[in-house]
């Protein structure tokens, strides 16, 4: 179930996992500030039956798995944006086209425990809109990420 306000969820984060939840509004800036090198490794990038596009990756800082990201693109999203989207590979979903783009508009963090390869983790997720095309961000924070530093 996801939420507006982590207090909904009735059990709390650690203090450096809440840290990661409602703090940085670019998750990319904020990691390349506790790692020499960011990287991206695409999990899976496939067009659905409906010609929308899911893409899963994982932010590693310094090589380590930090985050688990799913971007949930609408179809004509996808077809607005194909090239961009067909391009991406290993590179960062917000800075290739999101926080670049003046008509983009990010609404409010919500959040939620998830299931992810049979464990308990802690995510945010938001929805974008470009110019009225739409797109949805989760990222899930793993065990060994560090501690977020303002």
Same mark, same amino acid.
């Given at each position: 179930m996801w939420c507006e306000n982590i207090a909904q969820l009735q059990i709390s984060p650690d203090n450096h996992i809440y840290d990661w939840l409602t703090k940085p509004y670019i998750l990319s800036q904020a990691l390349r500030k506790v790692c020499v090198h960011l990287s991206v490794k695409v999990l899976t990038q496939k067009l659905q039956t409906d010609n929308s596009l899911i893409r899963q990756v994982y932010l590693l800082g310094d090589g380590i798995p930090w985050v688990f990201a799913e971007t949930l693109v609408a179809?004509?999203?996808?077809?607005?944006? #194909?090239? =961009?989207?067909? #391009?991406?590979?290993?590179?960062? =979903?917000?800075?290739t086209l999101l926080y670049g783009n003046p008509n983009t508009k990010r609404y409010a963090f919500e959040y939620a425990l998830i299931e992810h390869?049979?464990?308990?983790?802690w995510a945010r997720k938001s929805d974008f809109n470009i110019c009225n095309y739409k797109l949805t961000i989760t990222e899930a924070f793993l065990p060994d990420i560090p501690r977020y530093l303002p």
């Amino acid at each position: 179930m996801w939420c507006e306000n982590i207090a909904q969820l009735q059990i709390s984060p650690d203090n450096h996992i809440y840290d990661w939840l409602t703090k940085p509004y670019i998750l990319s800036q904020a990691l390349r500030k506790v790692c020499v090198h960011l990287s991206v490794k695409v999990l899976t990038q496939k067009l659905q039956t409906d010609n929308s596009l899911i893409r899963q990756v994982y932010l590693l800082g310094d090589g380590i798995p930090w985050v688990f990201a799913e971007t949930l693109v609408a179809a004509d999203t996808y077809q607005q944006y #194909k090239d =961009i989207f067909d #391009k991406l590979n290993n590179n960062l =979903i917000g800075e290739t086209l999101l926080y670049g783009n003046p008509n983009t508009k990010r609404y409010a963090f919500e959040y939620a425990l998830i299931e992810h390869n049979n464990s308990r983790l802690w995510a945010r997720k938001s929805d974008f809109n470009i110019c009225n095309y739409k797109l949805t961000i989760t990222e899930a924070f793993l065990p060994d990420i560090p501690r977020y530093l303002p």
